[in-house]
């Protein structure tokens, strides 16, 4: 099966980093990627610098960016401004993102749930119209970093009224890695049907993010979001690390007889450059361990 990966480093990645790389930095790893087949690259997150300063210069990166044409550059977005800079800025898709639970949504983007929700159906409109893609993120999906369990009622339901507005996908984010595969399964599939292709963002904050990326393809997802080198976490939630490294993701998927289109070499390399310019040792394994040829089935 084709399974896309949105590696989203360059903006979930980086942005949890004590390092602060420039806009050309983070403009040549997005090119690095494409380079490597990633298909699709988160490059940007247009909030506001002020509170995430490793993420100013959002436009600059984009402008920088030499275009592939096999991959597609999103924006991240937290609110209707952020929405039209990176429209503005060229992005060819808005992942805009709205927690599932009260405290997490205040804190994160000062907002509600209701308004998150609200937000994310005009936006599916006005990204129709101004025809770029556009996904739509449930943050933390498994497990809030402030009021804890959430019920799997909650995420269908406003999985399901998202989906009413036809986003061109909808992504369940473990954004403070508490899931399990059983949990990625069952939501998974609760959120399939409501119309759109389902995809899911893990991070290895308790070791699960593997195991939970291949219960999510095995349920039916068929997006999955990592970070070259394994890189990231959230300024806003306490003590989440970073997303599941690509390399080990690209590894896991191919062993498993899975397509991504992306060269898990140059893969590696690009995790091996990363970690030189944040002048640190990146959790991701694979670019530590190298290659292999598993036997499948
Ligand atoms: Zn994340």
Redesign the pocket.
């Known amino acids: 099966m084709r399974i896309e990966i949105v590696d ?1 480093g360059p903006r ?1 990645g980086l942005q949890n980093e004590d390092e602060t790389l420039s806009p050309k930095t983070r403009a040549e790893l997005c090119d690095r990627l494409a380079a490597a087949g990633v298909a699709r690259v988160e490059a940007a997150s247009f909030v506001n610098p002020k509170l995430v300063p490793q993420m100013a210069g959002a436009e600059e990166v984009m402008a920088r960016i030499d275009r592939h044409p096999n991959t597609t550059y999103a924006g991240l977005a937290l609110n209707q401004r952020g929405y039209e800079r990176a429209v503005e800025a060229g992005a060819d898709e808005v992942r805009y993102a709205f927690p599932v639970t009260e405290t997490f949504a205040k804190k994160n983007q000062n907002t509600t749930v209701e308004e998150g929700a609200a937000l994310a159906e005009r936006l599916v409109e006005r990204a129709r119209l101004d025809g770029v893609r556009v996904s739509i993120t449930l943050s933390a999906a498994f497990g809030c970093p402030f009021e804890g369990r959430v019920e799997p009622k909650v995420v269908r339901d406003l999985a399901e009224r998202v989906g009413v507005a036809k986003p061109d996908e909808i992504v369940l ?1 473990d ?1 403070i890695g508490v899931g399990v595969p059983n949990q990625v399964r069952a939501l998974v599939k609760g959120v399939l049907g409501f119309g759109t292709a389902v995809g899911c ?1 893990f ?1 290895d904050t308790r070791n699960t993010g593997m195991a939970n990326a291949a219960a999510a393809i095995e349920a039916g997802a068929t997006v999955l ?1 990592a970070s070259v080198g394994g890189t ?3 300024p806003f939630a306490p003590k ?1 690390t970073g ?1 599941i490294a690509t390399e080990d993701l690209v590894y896991l998927l191919h062993g498993m007889g899975h397509e991504t289109g992306i060269d898990l070499d140059a893969l590696i390399e690009c995790a091996k450059w990363l970690s030189e310019q944040l002048g640190k040792e990146l959790p991701g394994q694979v670019h530590k361990a190298g290659k292999f040829e598993p036997v499948a089935g």
């Open positions: 989203v979930d984010a954004t963002h991070h979001d990231g976490g959230c989440a997303n």
